[in-house]
């Protein structure tokens, strides 16, 4: 993860951030695997201006950056508690053939990330979120064309092999977005992942107080 993505989750605390964050990018430290994995903190701090921060300052910077760049650590019966959660909060997203479905054994009705690959494999994306946007009329999709090749036609002909009275009115749900540039994508998706990352941890400073995605 890029370090410059992390700024808003430490100004508060760091208000000179930014700098710091800027000085690590011209020592050639611009990720977050970089600063942690690249060298001893007392020879990264080493190739900074020392006016920015103490070597005391440093380490504690070092610590937080580390803490929101990991996954947070979680004993058995929570990790079970969670899958169980997990799975009473999955939502439809399946093929609609039976015989595939048993084969996907579930991929696309559960949380997560599911890779496709070959020839179709574009099309069969896109028919599963369409299905999806036509059985649950409150769900909505964004869709990342990275190949400029998107058929609005093709859309609406899956729609309506769907045969469902909502059908068409799913597409207006569909949320396109042409990106031929992926390290924009990257770093959407990067940035994305560090506000659920703060959402979590606020949970975790206050667990009797509902988290809000600010």
């Given at each position: 993860?890029?370090?410059?993505?992390?700024?808003?989750?430490?100004?508060?605390?760091?208000?000179?951030?930014?700098?710091?964050?800027?000085?690590?990018?011209?020592?050639?430290?611009?990720?977050?695997?970089?600063?942690?994995?690249?060298?001893?903190?007392?020879?990264?701090?080493?190739?900074?201006?020392?006016?920015?921060?103490?070597?005391?300052?440093?380490?504690?910077?070092?610590?937080?950056?580390?803490?929101?760049?990991?996954?947070?650590?979680?004993?058995?019966?929570?990790?079970?508690?969670?899958?169980?959660?997990?799975?009473?909060?999955?939502?439809?997203?399946?093929t609609g053939?039976?015989?595939?479905?048993?084969?996907?054994?579930?991929?696309?009705?559960?949380?997560?990330?599911?890779?496709?690959?070959?020839?179709?494999?574009?099309?069969?994306?896109?028919?599963?979120?369409?299905?999806?946007?036509?059985?649950?009329?409150?769900?909505?999709?964004?869709?990342?064309?990275?190949?400029?090749?998107?058929?609005?036609?093709?859309?609406?002909?899956i729609t309506?092999?769907?045969?469902?009275?909502?059908s068409l009115?799913?597409?207006?749900?569909?949320?396109?977005?042409?990106?031929?540039?992926?390290?924009?994508?990257?770093?959407?998706?990067?940035?994305?992942?560090?506000?659920?990352?703060?959402?979590?941890?606020?949970?975790?400073?206050?667990?009797?107080?509902?988290?809000?995605?600010?």
């Open positions: 993860m890029r370090l410059r993505l992390l700024v808003p989750c430490l100004v508060d605390q760091w208000p000179n951030v930014a700098e710091i964050v800027k000085a690590l990018e011209g020592a050639s430290i611009k990720t977050t695997y970089e600063l942690l994995f690249s060298g001893p903190p007392e020879v990264i701090y080493g190739r900074l201006d020392m006016a920015l921060l103490t070597f005391p300052q440093f380490t504690e910077l070092h610590e937080q950056i580390a803490l929101l760049s990991s996954t947070q650590g979680e004993t058995g019966p929570q990790a079970y508690s969670h899958e169980m959660e997990e799975e009473a909060a999955i939502v439809g997203g399946d053939v039976e015989d595939l479905d048993n084969l996907l054994a579930g991929a696309f009705s559960a949380y997560g990330v599911v890779e496709l690959s070959g020839s179709m494999a574009s099309l069969m994306a896109l028919w599963v979120v369409l299905r999806h946007l036509t059985l649950y009329e409150d769900s909505d999709s964004w869709w990342i064309d990275t190949t400029s090749d998107f058929s609005v036609d093709q859309a609406a002909a309506q092999a769907i045969q469902s009275q909502t009115a799913a597409l207006d749900r569909l949320q396109i977005c042409s990106a031929v540039n992926l390290t924009a994508v990257h770093d959407v998706l990067d940035a994305l992942a560090v506000v659920l990352k703060r959402r979590l941890l606020r949970t975790i400073a206050n667990p009797l107080k509902p988290a809000t995605l600010s």
